[in-house]
C-alpha cells in the first residue's frame, strides 16, 4: 500500500536526550513537511523539504534538526535545546514543490513526551 | 488579520441538519484551498479541494469567494460519523509557510 509510515507511534524523551523521529513515503512524492501540533492548537511547520539534500526552516525550526537524503525520508531530530516538545508531531508530503497547488498528505503522527 | 481564520465552534448539530462552515484568509495571491478533516487524537486528511467555480462531493459542498477571501465547506444531512474537527487549509503563496493550516472548526452531530 501506498503511504506516508511514522515512527514511533509514542516517544518518551529525558531531559537532555536527542531523539529522532522516522518519516518515510512511497509515494514518490517531491516535498515532505514536518508539523507541530499542541492540544487544541492548529498545525505549525517546523522544516520542510522540495528537494533532495535541500530543506528550509518553517515557523517553529529552533530546537530541530532534520535532514534529506533520499526523496522517500525525512527524519526529524528533536534537540535537547527544545525545552518543549511534548506535541504531535506531523509529517507530509506532496507532489511538486512547496508552493504547487498539489494536496498535503500526512502520516498518523508520533506523540512525543518529557519523562 | 490572521493569515487563516476559522470559527472554533463548537457546532452541535442533530442528525440529518445541514450546517456550514466559514474561513477567511489573508492573502489575497492565494492560490490553492483545501478542506481537511481531523478526527480526535489523528492525522488531518483531506476532505476536498476547493475550486474557484465551487465544488460538491456527495453532501458535502465547498465554495470560494475570492473577492470577500473567504471559502465554506456545507454538510447537508449530517451523520454522526462527519463529527470532527474541520480544517481550513491554504496556500499562501509567500513566506516561510507553504500551506497555513487554520485551527479547525469542531463540528459535534448528536442522536
Known amino acids: 500500500d501506498g503511504g506516508i509510515t511514522q515512527s514511533p507511534k509514542y516517544l518518551f524523551r529525558k531531559e537532555g536526550q536527542n531523539v529522532t523521529l522516522s518519516c518515510e513515503q512511497n509515494?514518490?512524492?517531491?516535498?515532505m513537511y514536518w508539523y507541530r501540533q499542541d492540544p487544541g492548537q492548529g498545525l505549525r511547520l517546523i522544516y520542510y523539504?522540495?528537494?533532495?539534500?535541500?530543506?528550509q526552516k518553517g515557523d517553529i525550526a529552533e530546537g530541530y534538526s532534520v535532514s534529506r537524503e533520499k526523496k522517500e525520508s525525512f527524519p526529524l531530530t528533536v534537540t535537547s535545546a527544545q525545552k518543549n516538545p511534548t506535541a504531535f508531531y506531523l509529517c507530509?508530503?506532496?507532489?511538486?514543490?512547496?508552493?504547487?497547488?498539489?494536496?498535503?498528505?500526512f502520516g498518523d503522527g508520533t506523540r512525543l513526551s518529557i519523562l | 488579520r490572521k493569515e487563516v481564520e476559522q470559527d472554533p465552534g463548537p457546532f452541535n448539530v442533530p442528525e440529518g441538519a445541514t450546517v456550514a462552515f466559514n474561513c477567511t484568509y489573508s492573502?489575497?495571491?492565494?492560490?490553492?484551498f483545501f478542506w481537511y478533516r481531523q478526527d480526535c487524537r489523528k492525522e488531518p486528511k483531506l476532505l476536498m479541494s476547493?475550486?474557484?467555480s465551487g465544488n460538491e462531493d456527495g453532501r458535502f459542498t465547498a465554495q470560494l469567494n475570492r473577492a470577500s477571501q473567504y471559502i465554506s465547506l456545507l454538510i447537508r444531512d449530517s451523520k454522526l460519523s462527519d463529527s470532527a474537527t474541520y480544517l481550513c487549509?491554504?496556500?499562501?503563496?509567500?513566506?516561510?509557510?507553504?500551506?497555513?493550516f487554520g485551527k479547525g472548526t469542531r463540528l459535534s452531530v448528536i442522536a
Open positions: 476547493v475550486y474557484s
Open positions: 509515494l514518490n512524492h517531491d516535498a
Open positions: 507530509a508530503s506532496s507532489f511538486g514543490g512547496a508552493q504547487s497547488n498539489q494536496p498535503q498528505h
Open positions: 487549509v491554504v496556500n499562501m503563496r509567500s513566506g516561510n509557510t507553504p500551506l497555513v
Open positions: 523539504s522540495q528537494i533532495v539534500n535541500d530543506f
Open positions: 492573502n489575497s495571491a492565494s492560490q490553492s
